[in-house]
């Protein structure tokens, strides 16, 4: 099971909107409305942002906001803040019930 | 508040075993319940799903850790495994231990423990 491809980095200056997309396959985000994002911080483990697409867990802020098409999913963070600056993975259930991450992508807050 | 906390990390030799240890506290419902996973991330890369095992003890690897690393918990203790024989140098990464009570998903993570692979 490959990674799911992710851009390497994306940037924004503070109160922009940034999209991050995540492109995988029909085994997996294609075939799968389990697909998630997390959010992780230098030395720190990973937070969930988002689960099955375009849910928040409780606590996330409602700038963050997931949408799926096709074998493609995508992260929107509106009114980029300086603490959004972090790394971010999407992650998938495939159509065998394994898990599969992105690559993860760098975003960075002018 | 679940809480889960590894331990058991370390430096180990090319060929050489560990066993790493995740012990979860404060489930809503029992630590029984909730699926149970191995997440690794190498030094300055990405996630990579490693293991799970499932309420009832059925168990899922990722290819590149199938017949070295085998997975295993102790409900009575609240605690999840990870026995890793075999080791690479490839294996060195941060290991956390990760689930969730309700949601597929991994929205409870542990703070990681250091597996060192080097001769």
């Known amino acids: 099971q490959s990674a799911l491809t992710q851009p390497a980095s994306v940037s924004g200056s503070p109160g922009q909107s940034i999209t991050i997309s995540c492109t995988g396959t029909s085994s997996d985000i294609g075939g799968s409305n389990s697909v998630s994002w997390y959010q992780q911080h230098p030395g720190k483990a990973p937070k969930l942002m988002i689960y099955d697409v375009g849910n928040r867990p409780s606590g996330v802020s409602d700038r963050f906001s997931g949408s799926k098409s096709g074998n493609t999913a995508s992260l929107t963070i509106s009114g980029l803040q300086a603490e959004d600056e972090a790394d971010y993975y999407c992650?998938?259930?495939?159509?065998?019930?394994?898990?599969?991450f992105g690559g993860g992508t760098k975003l960075t807050v002018l | 508040e679940v809480q889960l906390v590894e331990s058991g990390g370390g430096l180990v030799k090319p060929g050489g075993s560990l066993r790493l240890s995740c012990v979860g506290s404060g489930f809503t419902f029992t630590f029984s319940h909730a699926w149970m996973s191995w997440v690794r991330q190498a030094p300055g890369k990405g996630l990579e799903w490693v293991a799970r095992v499932k309420n009832g003890g059925t168990t899922d690897y990722v290819a590149p850790v199938k017949g070295r690393f085998t997975i295993s918990r102790d409900d009575s203790r609240n605690t999840l495994y990870l026995q890793m024989s075999s080791l690479k140098t490839e294996d060195t990464a941060v290991y956390y231990c990760?689930?969730?009570?309700?949601?597929?998903?991994?929205?409870?993570w542990g703070q990681g423990t250091m597996v060192t692979v080097s001769s």
């Open positions: 992650g998938s259930y495939t159509t065998n019930i394994h898990v599969v």
């Open positions: 990760a689930t969730s009570e309700t949601l597929n998903a991994f929205d409870i």
